[in-house]
């Protein structure tokens, strides 16, 4: 049995990308009874639970127990289907969680970089880590502006496509590619290629760490961001 404290998580989602984390399992592979079960262990062994923290957390307990029993019954073929998009959105919100606590990770360590300069450092360095805030600052507010403006696919066609799973490397080599060979330098014309949430969000991903690593930068405003290769 578990020991947990809830403090330390953000919420039922935190939970469950941790226990995923130990089963040790990839997230596009996870079975809904096992991570059912973990997760109720894991709020059975819970010492005490706030009030304003209990109501989140019963809530994914319930959901869980949901979906977990509608597979366990035999269903029509259309009530089926209607259950994998319940349980597909569950690991859509997974996935997608999972993607902003990396870019979390991203800024968090850009800086800490920062920081870490010191005052000895030379105006040189100091500038550069300026610059480079400037651009992931531009590119945070245009990947804003895109994502509340794009017509995202809410469901994919099958749930195979929905769940497939996202390469970070391929994608940063995809977006060398249409830089060097295609012209794609815009913002715009990158994400125009991506059709989910989850697909820009990675894509997005891998564009921060490409800039910290001084492989591209942004010029020009948010509204019209272009990419440059260094």
């Known amino acids: 049995m578990y020991k947990v404290n809830l403090e330390v998580f953000q919420g039922p989602l935190d939970v469950l990308l941790h226990l995923i984390e130990k089963m040790e399992i990839d997230i596009h592979n996870v079975k809904i009874s096992q991570l059912t079960e973990e997760y109720l262990d894991y709020i059975k062994s819970l010492d005490k639970i706030s009030i304003e923290n209990a109501e989140e957390y019963i809530v994914m307990a319930a959901t869980l127990i949901h979906i977990k029993s509608k597979k366990l019954l035999p269903q029509h073929e259309e009530v089926y289907v209607e259950e994998i998009e319940n349980e597909e959105e569950l690991f859509q919100r997974l996935i997608e969680y999972k993607n902003y606590k990396e870019v979390q990770d991203i800024f968090y360590n850009m800086q800490e970089e920062r920081q870490n300069f010191g005052e000895k450092e030379s105006q040189e360095l100091l500038l550069e880590s300026k610059l480079m805030d400037m651009s992931a600052k531009k590119l945070q507010l245009a990947f804003k502006r895109i994502l509340s403006n794009k017509n995202l696919e809410k469901k994919a066609e099958n749930s195979i496509k929905y769940r497939k799973e996202l390469s970070l490397p391929k994608i940063r080599e995809d977006i060398i590619y249409k830089i060097t060979n295609e012209g794609k330098e815009y913002l715009d014309d990158l994400f125009s ?37 260094l």
Request: glycine share 8%; charged share 25%.
């Open 193 to 229: 290629l991506y059709d989910t949430r989850e697909e820009l969000v990675a894509c997005f991903i891998c564009m921060l760490g490409m800039l910290k690593e001084g492989i591209i930068d942004c010029i020009g405003e948010a509204n019209n961001l272009k990419i440059i290769l």
